[in-house]
Every structure is written in C-alpha cells, then in structure tokens.
C-alpha cells in the first residue's frame, strides 16, 4: 500500500504551495527544483543509455555473427593450408607418402620396427619414420601439427604397438611372399 502511494507521488510534479513562502520553505522549494531538474537529467542519460544499449546489442550481435563467420573461413583456409603442406616436396612428407605406399601394400600401417630391419631393405625409412612419429606424439610435438596427426591416424597407425600384433602381421607379409615365390602356402612354418 505504501509502496504504490509513493510511486503516485513520484509521478505528480511537486507545485509550490505558497507563493509568498517563508526563506526556509523557500529554501525547500529551491533545493526541490534543484533535485528535480537533477532527476529529470538522470532519467534523459538512462534514456539515452538505454537506446545505447540497444544499439550496442544491435552491434554486438553483428560482431558475434561476423566472427563466426570469420572462424569458419578460417578454418577452411587452415584445412587447405594444411593440404597442401601434406603434399609439398620435404622429408617428412616423402616418408608419409611410404607410409602410404606400406599401407596400401599390406593393407595396414603397422610396420616393423627399424631392429628388425636391415639397413637397406625397402621399409627401413618408414619403420625409423614410424619411431619418430611415435615419438612426436609422445613427447606433444606432433599436436602442433594435428593435420599431419590426422593424415597418420587416416592410415590407422598403432600408437602402441603390441608384439603380438607386430609379429603376426609380419608373419602374414612373410606368408604373403612366400605364396609369391611358391604359388601356395602350403610350406614349414616361418619363424
């Protein structure tokens, strides 16, 4: 009840009463005028805030809009950037193009480690180049570069390589050439 009495009095304009009022009512009524002129400012800034505000929003919203616009952009430069550094003339990207040439041969990407390996056999430069992968990995170098990451993982490259799986895939490829030479697979098993 008194709270809906005072919002009927903030909206009547304060009249003075007399005319001829006493210097301390007169006094009263200046100091009133004063506040009132003061408050009516106040609401004009909140006003004028308000439609700041508003605007700002309108603003903001653009902004917002444009940068996700812009991330999108960005990340589709950064994939074709990423692309073509997949195929641009260096080490790295001679050895994934072996990696490559492994998997497509055998039909995964787990190649045997470079001590099984003699120097000049035909895998010893990927079977190094899967080491350092690994390492790469391990030690958070190849985060940095997620695209080469990603173009390794495409191969289903093993991170851990367990032994088993290793020999056995070996085994297979053995098994493979054998047939190769022999047109069966009929023989003494290959240790």
Not at 30 to 40: G, I, L, N, P
Not at 59 to 65: F, M, T
Not at 116 to 137: E, P, T
Not at 143 to 149: A, C, G, S, Y
Request: charged share 35%.
């Amino acid at each position: 009840e008194e709270e809906k009495m005072n919002e009927m009095e903030e909206g009547v304009p304060l009249e003075p009463l007399f005319r001829k009022p006493t210097p301390s009512l007169a006094t009263l009524y200046h100091e009133h005028s004063a506040v009132e002129e003061r408050c009516q400012a106040s609401l004009e800034q909140v006003a004028l805030a308000r439609r700041a505000l508003e605007l700002a929003k309108r603003n903001l919203a653009v902004a917002e809009s444009e940068v996700v616009q812009r991330k999108m952009d960005l990340r589709k430069v950064r994939e074709r950037v990423w692309e073509a550094e997949l195929v641009e003339p260096c080490k790295w990207n001679d050895r994934l193009a072996e990696l490559r040439a492994y998997h497509a041969e055998h039909g995964h990407a787990d190649v045997p480690y470079e001590t099984s390996l003699k120097k000049g056999d035909k895998w010893y430069k990927v079977a190094l180049f899967a080491r350092g992968i690994r390492r790469a990995r391990k030690d958070g170098t190849l985060k940095k570069l997620p695209h080469r990451l990603r173009a390794v993982q495409e191969l289903g490259f093993r991170w851990k390589r367990d032994q088993w799986t290793w020999q056995c895939n070996e085994r297979i490829d053995k098994l493979k050439k054998f047939r190769e030479q022999h047109g069966h697979c009929r023989g003494k098993l290959l240790y």
